[in-house]
């Protein structure tokens, strides 16, 4: 009996044997499967975050390449662009930022685990020539009748002065050539290398007259009292536009004309509006254009009355400015200036310009705005140091 009773309890025993080792096996087996199972899930969220990484740097490379080379600007910004990597995907985000920075928010998914990183950018404003000249001449520059310019001068050629034309500052010019006025010689600072060109991208001005020209075709009228609001917005018109009566362009914002654009009467154009045309621009009357403005002309810009014109004149061909309003901020012109009008900052003029008339000129770098798209315009974004941070929402 004894005999039957101790093989039971050897089998008893062995059995509760058995069950320990399975159950330290089985539960090897599970906390390896788990292990195994975070391991994975964790790859997954380190894939996610350098994906979101990548998205970053994506968005950089779209800032700082131009559109004509497949990237989108500076200027762009993006609520949701997506984009598929390294088997995953990243969705960012561009706007603006504090203090005039950038900010690019990035998330990145695989594998359904997602990590989310944020990068502020510095917008990299700087300006693309130095504006240290009442007029700037790429080559000659003629000066006749009652015109008079008040800061320094610089001409990579002769300066040749006829009437009772005046310069009051110092003049410079490169060796070889000659300043005179009513033709005698006039002191002058002779340099062997003439200082940069400012000189003007079209690219982004060309990318908004090539969306207007898409548009139907047909001419456009604004007249009569009261405002037209931009709110911020575009408005394309692939043909001419007339502006007139006592309407004000309100909103800030862009208005792209293919064709002319005509503006007369006592309006007014708001802050911060871009006026961009492919042919001729006039602004006649009382018309006032507030600060940070553009006005862009492939062809002449032709400013008269007594309204005062506040921000950046770009014209590829000359600008003719007349009557008892100023000008204050930047001139760029391709081929000079005619007229009688006060102009208050600086005149860029690529080609041989002639100033003609009545024409006063006043030196004033700081009302030459800091962001002109194509003259001053911002170099590359670059990382702020200290502004990088990770989102802790999310599925990691």
């Given at each position: 009996?004894?005999?039957?009773?101790?093989?039971?309890?050897?089998?008893?025993?062995?059995?509760?044997?058995?069950?320990?080792?399975s159950?330290?096996?089985f539960?090897?087996?599970?906390?390896?499967?788990?292990?195994?199972?975070?391991?994975?899930?964790?790859?997954?969220?380190?894939?996610?975050?350098?994906?979101?990484?990548a998205?970053?740097?994506?968005?950089i490379?779209?800032?700082?390449?131009?559109?004509a080379?497949?990237?989108?600007?500076?200027?762009?910004?993006?609520s949701a662009?997506?984009?598929?990597?390294?088997?995953?995907?990243?969705?960012?985000?561009?706007?603006?930022?504090?203090?005039?920075?950038?900010?690019?928010?990035?998330?990145?998914?695989s594998?359904?685990?997602?990590?989310?990183?944020?990068?502020?950018?510095?917008s990299?404003?700087?300006?693309?020539?130095s504006?240290?000249?009442?007029v700037?001449?790429n080559?000659?520059?003629?000066m006749?009748?009652?015109?008079?310019?008040?800061?320094?001068?610089?001409?990579?050629?002769?300066?040749?002065?006829?009437?009772?034309?005046?310069i009051?500052g110092?003049?410079?010019?490169?060796?070889?050539?000659?300043?005179?006025?009513?033709?005698?010689?006039?002191?002058?600072?002779?340099v062997?290398?003439?200082p940069?060109?400012?000189?003007i991208e079209?690219?982004?001005?060309?990318?908004?007259l090539?969306?207007?020209a898409?548009?139907?075709?047909?001419?456009?009228?604004i007249?009569?009292a009261?405002?037209?609001?931009l709110?911020?917005?575009?408005l394309?018109?692939?043909?001419n536009?007339?502006?007139?009566?006592?309407?004000?362009?309100?909103?800030?914002?862009?208005?792209?004309?293919?064709?002319?654009?005509?503006?007369?009467g006592?309006?007014?154009?708001?802050?911060?509006?871009?006026?961009?045309?492919?042919?001729n621009?006039?602004?006649s009357?009382?018309?006032?254009?507030?600060?940070?403005?553009?006005?862009?002309?492939r062809?002449?810009?032709?400013?008269?009355?007594?309204?005062d014109?506040?921000?950046?004149?770009?014209a590829?061909?000359?600008?003719?400015?007349?009557?008892?309003?100023?000008?204050?901020?930047?001139?760029?012109?391709?081929?000079?200036?005619?007229?009688?009008?006060?102009?208050?900052?600086s005149?860029?003029?690529?080609?041989a310009?002639?100033?003609?008339?009545a024409?006063?000129?006043?030196?004033?770098?700081?009302?030459i705005?800091s962001?002109i798209?194509?003259?001053?315009?911002?170099?590359?974004p670059?990382?702020?140091?200290?502004s990088?941070?990770e989102?802790?929402?999310g599925?990691?």
């Amino acid at each position: 009996m004894r005999s039957g009773s101790s093989k039971k309890g050897s089998l008893m025993l062995t059995f509760i044997i058995m069950l320990a080792i399975s159950s330290i096996f089985f539960s090897f087996i599970y906390v390896v499967t788990g292990r195994s199972r975070n391991l994975a899930t964790q790859k997954q969220s380190v894939r996610a975050f350098y994906i979101a990484e990548a998205g970053i740097n994506k968005a950089i490379w779209y800032l700082t390449t131009p559109a004509a080379s497949g990237g989108r600007g500076d200027t762009w910004r993006t609520s949701a662009t997506s984009e598929s990597f390294a088997g995953g995907a990243y969705t960012f985000s561009i706007s603006d930022g504090p203090s005039g920075s950038i900010l690019v928010i990035s998330t990145g998914e695989s594998s359904g685990r997602t990590r989310t990183i944020e990068q502020l950018l510095s917008s990299g404003a700087s300006s693309t020539a130095s504006f240290e000249y009442a007029v700037y001449s790429n080559s000659d520059l003629s000066m006749n009748g009652a015109c008079s310019i008040t800061g320094p001068v610089f001409a990579n050629g002769n300066i040749a002065l006829t009437g009772a034309t005046r310069i009051n500052g110092a003049a410079t010019i490169t060796e070889g050539h000659t300043y005179k006025k009513n033709g005698t010689a006039q002191s002058v600072n002779l340099v062997s290398t003439p200082p940069p060109m400012p000189s003007i991208e079209t690219t982004y001005y060309d990318d908004l007259l090539a969306t207007a020209a898409s548009q139907t075709a047909g001419n456009m009228s604004i007249t009569g009292a009261g405002t037209y609001n931009l709110a911020g917005g575009t408005l394309y018109v692939n043909g001419n536009l007339t502006v007139s009566g006592a309407r004000s362009i309100t909103g800030g914002g862009k208005i792209v004309v293919t064709g002319t654009y005509t503006q007369s009467g006592a309006g007014s154009i708001a802050s911060n509006t871009q006026i961009i045309c492919g042919n001729n621009l006039t602004i006649s009357g009382s018309n006032v254009v507030n600060s940070g403005g553009v006005l862009f002309a492939r062809n002449n810009i032709t400013l008269s009355g007594a309204g005062d014109i506040t921000g950046s004149v770009i014209a590829l061909n000359s600008v003719s400015a007349s009557g008892a309003g100023r000008t204050v901020g930047l001139i760029y012109s391709q081929k000079g200036m005619s007229g009688a009008r006060t102009i208050v900052g600086s005149i860029v003029c690529r080609e041989a310009p002639t100033f003609s008339g009545a024409i006063n000129i006043t030196y004033d770098p700081s009302k030459i705005s800091s962001s002109i798209p194509g003259v001053v315009s911002a170099g590359k974004p670059e990382k702020l140091k200290g502004s990088w941070k990770e989102h802790k929402k999310g599925n990691e």
